[in-house]
């Protein structure tokens, strides 16, 4: 017993020994740079700007016959007003009547080019929710320190954004070395299907091999995480979706004798069934990366669990999945979002309908998710049907390239207070559509964001900082001196 107790407690120290050695290696995957030289940029006319063009009501909405071509089309001309040095250097194409394509010619044409997206689509206002705003959402007003509107965040800030930082190192002079591509599509709230993808296949046609490209999809992360200091989060994959239609079917009557199963109950208990049993959690790829950039920054409990994923991932992975939205980086997620049933309180319906969305983690696939989804609902009384728009995760585009350091530096340079780590986008980008362009598809808008701002994205009150909005600017101005600039650090 006591040469078992002996072993025992060796093995404990061992156990321990190994757990601290690699926490205190654990290595730091931060950069220190010097910060990058201020602009001289007038924040409150890009401001104005920018609140001029959210006035423009370029909703996209999932029946293509409520687009309003004018609105687009009064957005174009506006832009081409308000940025002419733009207008008058880079050359603009019109793609599927309403995207844009500018290109900047770079001096050394054995450079690859860098591609920046944005999109000038916004979601529409929940009706009956206008009354709950601040300020009228498409009215481009500027108070207490903010733009307030509809797309303020989404995506408008990044559209106008870049233009003035072009228009602004067009001011002092700057020419690229690389090749510059602004691709603007207009329908990236309802897919991309007309807009990132065709402009994505109009310059696969044409050659173009870009270094990387960049889209929206990630922020600065002021809050929600156990760090001392904000997070800069670029999204280097983006989760898949798939949609299914859950159909249920008994035999209708009248609601005075029900029997034991109704197509609302049988429904309802398929649901519950999905929701309480959902896919796995993994630890892998986008997450094993993210953690390995962070880890290292926590404080030290949390500091050796990352350190130790070989013994403590069941944990970790028990922890962040209480969060919703630390669990939607760990797995495929359920989101039963609609409901139909029943014409009539003392009616059962011989149906019932319900939709179910699914966010796919990169490693499962669509026909994993119909697989999982008749294995746990195992009723035949009820029909699976997947619905338009079903799309697979992306690939993961690699942290070890130079565009991923590139973008590392710019950060460091614009945002010295923040940390920076590679992440996993769980809703959709137009960037997804590039992969033929380029295997570096990245996903970063920079703007500090709390819990509370990032609630206000699709919902009611969007809005940006007037001074987020400047240091956004800063940085896309930095980036394109950095990846179009000359190679020996030249300005």
């Given at each position: 017993?006591?040469?078992?107790?002996?072993?025992?407690?060796?093995?404990?120290?061992?156990?321990v020994a190994a757990i601290a050695v690699r926490t205190l290696v654990f290595p730091s995957r931060q950069i220190a740079v010097s910060p990058a030289p201020p602009l001289n940029i007038d924040r409150d006319a890009a401001a104005r700007r920018l609140a001029d063009a959210l006035k423009f009501k370029t909703v996209s909405n999932q029946d293509p016959a409520q687009l309003d071509p004018a609105a687009f089309k009064a957005l174009h001309t506006y832009l081409a007003e308000r940025f002419p040095r733009v207008h008058a250097n880079l050359t603009r194409e019109t793609v599927s009547d309403f995207s844009l394509l500018y290109r900047w010619a770079g001096k050394d044409p054995a450079r690859q080019p860098i591609l920046l997206l944005a999109h000038l689509d916004v979601v529409p206002v929940e009706p009956g929710t206008e009354k709950d705003w601040t300020h009228p959402p498409f009215g481009g007003v500027i108070a207490d320190g903010f733009v307030w509107g509809r797309g303020?965040?989404?995506?408008?800030?990044?559209?106008?954004?870049?233009?003035?930082?072009?228009e602004f190192l067009l001011a002092q002079g700057f020419q690229p070395d690389a090749t510059v591509y602004l691709a603007f599509g207009h329908d990236e709230e309802v897919g991309g299907d007309d807009g990132a993808m065709k402009i994505a296949e109009l310059l696969e046609a044409r050659g173009v091999q870009a270094e990387f490209a960049l889209d929206e999809g990630g922020l600065i992360l002021g809050d929600g995480l156990d760090l001392p200091r904000p997070v800069a989060v670029v999204g280097t994959a983006e989760k898949g979706s798939v949609t299914l239609a859950l159909t249920a079917r008994t035999h209708g009557g009248h609601s005075s004798v029900p029997p034991d199963d109704t197509a609302v109950s049988v429904l309802a208990a398929a649901i519950t069934r999905l929701v309480n049993r959902q896919m796995p959690r993994h630890f892998r790829g986008v997450t094993d990366d993210l953690f390995a950039y962070l880890g290292p920054e926590m404080p030290l409990p949390q500091r050796a669990a990352f350190a130790n994923l070989w013994l403590f991932a069941p944990l970790v992975e028990w922890a962040l999945s209480a969060n919703p939205a630390t669990n939607a980086m760990l797995r495929t997620t359920t989101a039963p979002t609609m409901l139909d049933a029943g014409v009539k309180e003392n009616v059962l319906p011989s149906a019932a309908r319900a939709v179910v969305n699914f966010r796919i983690l990169p490693g499962d696939t669509v026909q994993d998710v119909i697989d999982h989804t008749r294995h746990v609902v195992a009723d035949e009384r009820i029909e699976i049907a997947t619905l338009p728009g079903a799309r697979e995760p992306t690939a993961e585009s690699p942290v070890d390239a130079p565009p991923f350091a590139q973008l590392q530096r710019t950060v460091a340079e614009v945002f010295p207070e923040a940390l920076f780590a590679p992440h996993l986008t769980v809703g959709g980008t137009d960037v997804r559509s590039y992969s033929a362009v380029t295997p570096n598809l990245y996903r970063f808008l920079p703007i500090v964001a709390g819990d509370a701002d990032r609630a206000r994205v699709h919902g009611t009150d969007e809005r940006i900082g007037v001074d987020a909005y400047a240091r956004a600017i800063a940085f896309t101005t930095r980036l394109i001196q950095n990846a179009a600039g000359k190679r020996d650090g030249a300005r």
């Open positions: 017993m006591r040469r078992i107790i002996v072993l025992l407690c060796l093995g404990i120290a061992a156990l303020a965040l989404d995506d408008k800030a990044s559209l106008l954004g870049t233009l003035e930082a072009v």
